[in-house]
């Protein structure tokens, strides 16, 4: 197990391109990096083998299925012998496509997906019992599906770009 | 556009696996490798599919945290112009939604530290009140959507 691997320029440019398109063929991304398309498929596999590629995903837009709302819940106040109860709905109920743990007293953030206010009052009227939810609907999406960086990990701790305050 | 069962078996297939060749993906779904392809391309262009992305894992690449901040109580059309602005600069930020209610927006952002984190919110932390909590683990992340999974979405244009 590589506990620090250590990506290169090449491998950051790979990473890139996968970022911005899952679906470029080994010979594209190998033209636009600048390596044969064994040498890209051998340098991808590495990074999946070391668990920095976790994954390749569509992205699909859940308005154009049939889900035009999307709402971000916190859901507060869940007791510790009810904690069991919530994940067991939140596992089963696949309007939730994503569940945060958080630390704080909110302790979950559940992205989910609905029909109608209708549909998301019933999906949100499950956790009544066991906690407070506070909801919030999506209105506009600024940054999403970012593309990481090689400067993203690159924070100097002498640096001093802090604005004064 | 209205999606049939083959249609959805595509989706399902390509949020699973987006590197999946055609070949791979009609064997799949019991369709040939053009007639996938063409398929893909119409939900592509329908703009159902919005775009394929290689996931990473930040942890493998020493930055352990991440973080979700609300952004609260922001006053004006200006600031929050101002606010957008500023997270777009930021490599750190990767998510950023405007919602309703008291929180005007929700961001995601990874670092390295707390040290790190702090001076990332520094940047902004003087136009809205910042309520920051860790992340401890994601036990649903992307959940693939599916006719499986909603049933009641055959009726669905």
């Given amino acids: 197990m590589m506990n620090q691997p250590r990506l290169d320029d090449t491998d950051w440019a790979i990473l890139h391109e996968l970022q911005a398109d ?18 890209v498929q051998e340098r991808v596999r590495r990074m999946e083998d070391a668990g920095i590629i976790k994954g390749y995903h569509a992205d699909i837009n859940p308005a154009k299925v049939g889900f035009p709302i999307i709402a971000f819940t916190r859901l507060k106040q869940v007791n510790g012998k009810d904690r069991a109860k919530v994940i067991e709905i939140i596992q089963n109920t696949p309007e939730i496509l994503e569940s945060i743990d958080i630390t704080g007293e909110d302790g979950f953030v559940l992205n989910i997906i609905a029909t109608s206010h209708d549909h998301l009052d019933y999906i949100l009227g499950k956790f009544v019992e066991y906690g407070q939810t506070v909801t919030g609907i999506l209105m506009k999406t600024f940054i999403e599906n ?9 924070f ?3 640096a001093d770009d802090v604005q004064d305050w | 556009m209205k999606l049939d069962k083959t249609d959805w078996a595509i989706l399902e297939e390509l949020q699973q696996d987006a590197r999946l060749s055609y070949a791979e993906l009609g064997r799949r779904v019991g369709l040939s490798s053009p007639a996938v ?24 690449l020493n930055v352990p945290l991440m973080a979700i901040i609300r952004l609260i109580n922001i006053d004006t059309h200006e600031t929050k112009e101002k606010v957008v602005e500023i997270l777009r600069k930021l490599p750190e930020v990767t998510e950023c939604y405007q919602v309703t209610g008291e929180d005007e927006f929700v961001i995601h952002m990874y670092a390295q530290s707390m040290e790190h984190m702090s001076n990332i919110k520094m940047h902004f932390a003087h ?9 401890i683990r994601k ?19």
């Fill in chain 1, 22 to 39: 899952a679906r470029l063929s080994y010979a594209e991304i190998g033209r636009r990096v600048g390596l044969s398309s064994p040498a």
């Fill in chain 1, 146 to 154: 970012r593309v990481i960086k090689q400067n993203t990990l690159n």
């Fill in chain 1, 156 to 158: 100097d701790e002498n």
């Fill in chain 2, 37 to 60: 392809q063409e398929r893909t391309r119409r939900l592509e262009d329908a703009g159902i599919i919005e775009g394929y992305h290689a996931k990473v894992n930040l942890k493998q």
């Fill in chain 2, 127 to 135: 136009y809205a009140r910042l309520v920051t909590s860790i992340v």
């Fill in chain 2, 139 to 157: 036990p649903i992340d992307g959940r693939v959507i599916s006719l499986e999974s909603f049933p009641y979405l055959e009726e669905t244009d």
